[in-house]
Every structure is written in structure tokens, then in C-alpha cells.
């Protein structure tokens, strides 16, 4: 036994095979029938050539189907790819490529797009299919690899728990597309990402965990928890919801589409008590909706985490005074560091600026040269994390060298955010400098500028980024959308962000938009942004 998935998964099965694991609708599997499905599915995977260490693909949306994927990936100790649902076929074909994987499970509805980047990518030499309720032809005339249903996969393999022997060395990989560039793989030991994602070191007082079947035996004295993971499985944050669920025998709800008033409907349906958002691109829509007309039943409710995305004060804020009983959780972290620190939401604290957390005692403050910075200094450095860290990009051994970095003997994670310590030994989040706007060499942050102008009653959405100017360099500019059409003047939006933030970080052009451009997972996507302030003049310049 070992401190990997399908280990701690196998332990909650062994101690609570009737519970629940997994609720869709009207749809739900208890632990013993996820365990003999993933069962089936790995030896599937075995059968078709799959080894430890190999890739396989799993390009789905949250469905009951791609968790028994992931669980059945992991059991066969080979390395799950994420792939996200809304790549074009160019970015298809790098990750199908760049990861080198064997074998695809997809939904249905994406076969036309993998068989045109198929005849590319020749080690792909198998496809599992998810039904989805579409009737899309799942290949073409003369494909070369081999198709089946993932219902007939399972019903023609066997049930039975019969895996080699697993270890902590086993990997798992999470592809990120950042804000820029193509999507890199980061590779983690498994105990090391269980350590920094799953529960393996305390949440709150730091300190590991020594017994592997701790999260399955706290999970079976205890009452189940039921959780909500909004996110598309395709982020890190939301593939860890589930797991930490099923550690712990607790019920995982999932669904493939999000909304703000449906997701209130699920929570209501399912008893749901911890929802996991990232940030405003979930949680504005939610308690916009929680705000109108409709009634929805959220006394299970107990606690709403957020990670990985700005979730801006304002909506912060609302949330904590609509549920003022539950614990709302600001959370940082990145796919190159895991989990960094959280803060409570607490009502009618001021939560102006940016993110700021108690970080975890592994999370530093750092100098481009390593060396660490003093509390309350006010002195902007890299956020750096040592001990559970990942190994290292893959296929990247340049973007490697540059991001885990070794100082005094010790290997350390930096990814690009800046950040600043402050004397309370609490850490303030300023964004990924790759995204930030040198403005008459002062450096301005995005996501401050964000946060601050959601607080704009005016302002539904915001990205802001660096647009060229003949004096500074760059100045700061502005994408909005209006709430209910508003075209706030930058007077006016500047009367709010120069409540939080220094006059140099106010916007000094303003675009409007119908929608802001995110991924999936709810990031920006910081170039569409810059495409749409090249596109035409400004709505208002200063």
C-alpha cells in the first residue's frame, strides 16, 4: 500500500462499500459499484497495452462516467491527461503529442474532432467512448485504431482488484494552459500532490498526515459530506475536490454544465454542504441568481471554497453576508505548487486589494536570488514553495530548470506570482508576472486592478491589461462588462479603484464587452483581451 490515489480511494471503498460515491440526477454509484466499474475499466486499459507510466487521455466533461475514468486510470498506474473540452484541433494535436498518450477515453460528441487530428497522432491506438447522449458517429472510413463503447469496455473485463503493487513514485500529471503559451504538463509524485491537494498534510496546522488510511477512517466515524465541484474536471482544484471526497467517503455531486441558478437547483436537490467555485466566474453568476426572484432551499449549506481565480472582494462580500453561518474560503495555490494558503470570508471585514492569506509554513516569500524576504518590508517577491513539490514539466526541460529552482540544497517551486509578506506573516497575492503591466516602471498587477473595479456596482466583469503608450511604455487598460449594459465612465470607475489602489494602477482607457473570454476553469484569457483593445479605439481614454 502506498500514498497514491487509487490506494486511498481502495481504503474508503474497503470501509464504506453501500455509501454513495457519486450522484447525477437520478443516476447514483456506491462505492462497490465504483470500485467494480473502475476495476473493469483499468484491466480494459491493461488489456489494450496500457503499462505503468503510460498516458491516457480523458477529454469529458464532469459526468459520473470520467470519474470512474480517472479512478480506473490511476489502478492501472498509468498517467491521467487532462484534456480540455474546448481546445481547437491545433491544441488537440500538441497535447495529444506532447503527452505521448496511448489510449483516449472521450465523450461521443467529440469524435469528429479527435478523428481529423487523429492521422497525426499515430501512438493514440485506442479509444474508449462515453456515451453522451448524442448519436455522432465515433470514426471515419479507413481509421487505423480501435473504438468501444466504455459500457461494453467494462462488461467485457473483469471486476476483480488484482493490480501490481503501487507506489508512492507512480505519477500524476496536470496539464495547464496558463495564460499563455501551449499547454505544459506538470508531473507530481502522487504522494507529493496528495500531500499539497488531497488532505495528506493538515490544512490548518501544516503538519502531515502518517497513516494512510487516516482520511478513510475519519470518513467512516463521522457523518457524510456532500460536495459540489463546479469546475470542469479539466482543472486541477476541482479534480482534487473529488478525490479528497472519495478519500473520505463522502458523496461527490457532478454535473457537465454550469449556470448560476442551476446550480442552486443541484445544490437544493442533493443536500449538497461544500461547494467548490473558482472564483467570480462562478461565484458572481451564483449569487446573482441566489439574489433574484427564485427561492432556493440552501440550508445544508456549510462552507464555499474558492481557488485558483480571483474571486473579487466584492462578491467575497455578498457571499459572506447571504451565508454568514458558513465558512466561505479564498484559497491560493497553481498547478506548480498545489495548495499555498486560504483565508476566511468573514462578513463586515474589509476585504479591499488583493487576495491576502495565511499561507501554509512551505509557502515563502522570495527574491529572484532566493533569498527570503522580511514581514512588512512591503518589498514585492516571487511566492516559492519547497518540500511537496512537483518534479517538473514535461518534455519542458527549459521551462523546468527556470521554474523548480534550487537555493542552499533546496528544490523550490516558483511559477511567476508576486506577492508581498506582510508583518503578520500573512502573504498578499499580486498575480503571475507574465501578465503584468510595466507602467513608467512601475509594475501593476491585473488582477488588483480586477478586484477593485468589480466593486464598481456598474461592473459585471473586468480584465485589465497593458495597452502600448508613447510616454510610460504601457498604460492601464480596461475590458468590462457592464451590468445590464452600464458604460461606466472612467471617472467613475476610478472614484472605486482609487479607494484600495495607488492613482498609477487606475485605468486609463476603458473597452466595453458583452462577455469577458475564460477558459473553462474561469481564467482570463489575458491575449483575447489585449486582441479586443487592438481591435478598435477605445470607448473612453484619459
Known amino acids: 500500500m502506498a500514498y497514491t490515489i487509487a490506494d486511498l480511494i481502495e481504503h474508503a471503498v474497503d470501509l464504506m462499500p453501500d455509501r454513495v460515491a457519486l450522484e447525477s440526477g437520478d443516476r447514483a454509484h456506491t462505492y462497490l459499484e465504483l470500485e467494480a466499474r473502475s476495476n473493469a475499466l483499468a484491466h480494459a486499459l491493461i488489456e489494450r497495452g496500457v503499462e505503468p507510466g503510460d498516458t491516457v487521455g480523458l ?73 453522451d447522449g448524442t448519436d455522432t458517429p465515433t470514426s471515419i472510413p479507413g481509421e487505423t485504431d480501435s473504438v468501444i463503447d466504455l459500457e461494453d469496455a467494462i462488461a467485457a473485463s473483469s471486476s476483480v482488484r488484482d493490480f501490481s503493487t503501487r507506489s508512492d513514485d507512480d505519477l500524476y500529471m496536470l496539464y495547464t494552459g496558463g495564460t499563455t503559451g501551449k499547454p505544459k504538463g506538470v508531473v507530481w509524485r502522487q504522494e507529493d500532490v496528495f500531500r499539497v491537494l488531497g488532505g495528506g498534510i493538515d490544512w490548518y496546522t501544516g503538519e502531515p498526515i502518517a497513516d494512510e488510511w487516516q482520511p478513510a477512517k475519519a470518513g467512516a466515524a463521522g457523518g457524510q459530506l456532500v460536495r459540489f465541484p463546479i469546475p470542469p474536471f479539466i482543472h486541477g482544484g476541482s479534480q482534487w475536490a473529488i478525490f479528497q471526497s472519495l478519500f473520505a467517503g463522502g458523496k461527490a455531486v457532478v454535473y457537465p454544465e454550469f449556470s448560476g441558478a442551476r446550480s442552486w437547483e443541484i445544490i437544493a436537490r442533493h443536500g449538497v454542504n461544500v461547494v467548490f467555485i473558482t472564483g467570480d466566474a462562478m461565484g458572481r453568476p451564483m449569487i446573482e441568481a441566489l439574489d433574484g426572484e427564485t427561492e432556493y432551499d440552501t440550508s445544508t449549506l456549510v462552507s464555499v471554497a474558492s481557488s485558483s481565480v480571483l474571486f473579487s472582494p466584492a462578491v467575497k462580500e455578498r457571499f459572506a453576508e447571504r451565508f454568514p453561518n458558513a465558512v466561505i474560503i479564498d484559497a491560493i495555490g497553481s498547478s506548480e505548487t498545489g495548495f499555498g494558503g486560504m483565508s476566511p470570508v468573514v462578513k463586515g471585514q474589509s476585504h479591499m486589494g488583493a487576495p491576502r492569506v495565511k499561507a501554509d509554513p512551505s509557502t515563502h516569500v522570495i527574491r529572484a536570488d532566493g533569498t527570503h524576504i522580511e514581514p512588512g518590508t512591503g518589498e514585492v517577491g516571487l511566492i ?129 464587452v458583452d462577455e469577458v473570454k475564460r477558459s473553462p476553469a474561469g481564467k482570463p484569457d489575458y491575449r483575447w483581451a489585449v486582441s479586443t483593445t487592438e481591435s478598435r479605439p477605445a470607448d473612453e481614454a484619459l
Open 59 to 131: 477529454y469529458s466533461r464532469n459526468t459520473i462516467e470520467a470519474v470512474e475514468a480517472m479512478v480506473a486510470i490511476f489502478k492501472a498506474r498509468a498517467v491521467m491527461v487532462n484534456v480540455n473540452y474546448r481546445y481547437v484541433e491545433s491544441e488537440l494535436e500538441h497535447i495529444f503529442t506532447d503527452s505521448g498518450m496511448k489510449v483516449l477515453i472521450h465523450e461521443r460528441q467529440y469524435s469528429p474532432r479527435v478523428c481529423n487530428v487523429l492521422p497525426s497522432t499515430p501512438r493514440i491506438a485506442h479509444r474508449i467512448v462515453i456515451d
Open 384 to 512: 516559492a514553495r519547497t518540500g511537496n513539490i512537483p518534479l517538473r514539466y514535461h518534455n519542458d526541460p527549459v521551462k523546468s530548470a527556470k521554474t523548480f529552482v534550487e537555493y542552499d540544497g533546496v528544490r523550490h517551486s516558483m511559477p511567476g506570482d508576486y506577492a508581498t509578506l506582510e508583518a503578520d506573516g500573512t502573504i498578499t497575492m499580486l498575480g503571475r508576472g507574465s501578465v503584468s503591466i510595466n507602467t513608467g516602471g512601475e509594475k501593476v498587477f491585473p488582477e488588483e486592478v480586477e478586484a477593485a473595479l468589480k466593486a464598481h456596482p456598474q461592473v459585471f466583469d473586468a480584465v485589465v491589461v497593458g495597452v502600448p503608450d508613447d510616454r510610460f511604455g504601457h498604460r492601464v487598460a480596461a475590458v468590462i462588462v457592464g451590468r445590464d449594459g452600464a458604460r461606466p465612465t472612467l471617472d467613475e470607475l476610478n472614484v472605486v479603484v482609487r479607494q484600495g489602489l495607488a492613482g498609477y494602477k487606475a485605468p486609463r482607457s476603458v473597452w466595453f
